[in-house]
């Protein structure tokens, strides 16, 4: 539709019955990761294409969710576009705080989104937020630094292998740190990296019962593994460290491995900002034995609040910044390997893609995580980094905020975990269940 505007035009013009829609100015409320930064630097392809003018509002990723969830619940209209991801999505879409995009033109083609983000950004089968990009988690690693620790990373490692080999590539003193990982303080930050992994060592928020369950050993296992890890193996100051954080210590040559969001590998093998570029490999995040992986799935995805004046430009801007047509776009100007990845089934098959590196291991790593069976013991949610309730976000930023506590070694392992428990029981219990 947004494609052929000229063409529109000058049907108008002949029949001198129709007049083009009044442009309107869009607020977007966005989160500051370098592929939506780059999504702005294009947005003038847009204004062109439809006369519609774009107001960025680019927040920090826990400041951005805390913004759109309030405006959204009390309706205050800030916003004609939201970035959300794949654990609002449907909780919004059932209290009609979403607008459907279930009307999308035949040349959208949105049977081509990767199954798995279709999924979850539906309810009912109704798409209710297009993916910007979709991820998993997988590990980037130093490919130089492995060799110089005399190891060979698997396809597929155990946690047990990444840990010896972080321990074994760290270099204090020249500033080199085995292990970069999330510890900042958040649902979305250290609780996303956090909840993934404790699947993969049999640790689950809930049993069937709804009864939370970090008194468990399996809790304790994961949270004590992966503080004495960064400790031994990670940079100082690891409790404040978030996506953007490791990302510019891996660039700037700092961690000898990374696990974190499979979208970070354009960026980590750019030359133009990354000083270990040509010296990157990517494996799957790690296991235990036990079945399952600590990856997660997750779309940050464009949505129109339901209080929306300009719903019709909003459908047109989202259909922009999520077609193949912005695909090919981002690719004449930045290279294939800076497309924004994950979320379209044309893009895996197409031959100039397949070239990228990273492609086939982001690509295996979506199709992996499992968000309807996400740990070793059976849950009554579904959600592989997240609990899909609407109490879910508040909760788990506040085990967030004792688990960084832990890891900042203001209180110990055990003290984080009781408090945990003690919060999350409280809380479920006020909700009802």
Known sequence: MIFHTRALLGACAVAALCVPATAETLTIATVNNGDMIRMQGLTQDFTDKTGHEVEWVTLEENVLRQRVTQDIAAKGGQFDIMTIGMYETPIWGKQDWLVALDDLPDSYDADDIL???????????????????????MIMYRTDLMEKAGLEMPDAPTWEF????????????????????RGKAGWGENMAFLTATGNAFGARWFDMDWKPQFDSPQWKETLSFYIDLLNEAGPPGASTNGFNENLSLFQQGKCGMWIDATVAASFVTNPDDSTVADKVGFALAPDTGLGKRGNWLWAWALAIPAGTQKEAAAKQFIEW??????LELVASKEGWANVPPGTRTSLYENPEYAKVPFAKMTLDSINSADPTNPTVD?????????????????????VGQEFSAALAGQQTVDEALAKAQTLTAEEMEAAGY
Do not use: H, W
């Open 115 to 137: 199954p798995a983000m279709r999924g979850g950004l539906s309810l009912d089968g109704k798409l209710y937020a297009a993916p910007f990009y979709g991820e998993s988690s």
């Open 162 to 181: 990444v840990a010896d080999a972080a321990r074994k590539m760290t270099d204090k003193d020249n500033e080199i740190y085995g292990i970069c990982l």
């Open 321 to 326: 910044a999520t077609s193949k047509e912005y």
């Open 378 to 398: 059976p849950v009554p949610y579904i959600g592989v980094q997240f609990v899909a309730i609407p109490e879910f976000a508040g909760i788990a930023t506040q």
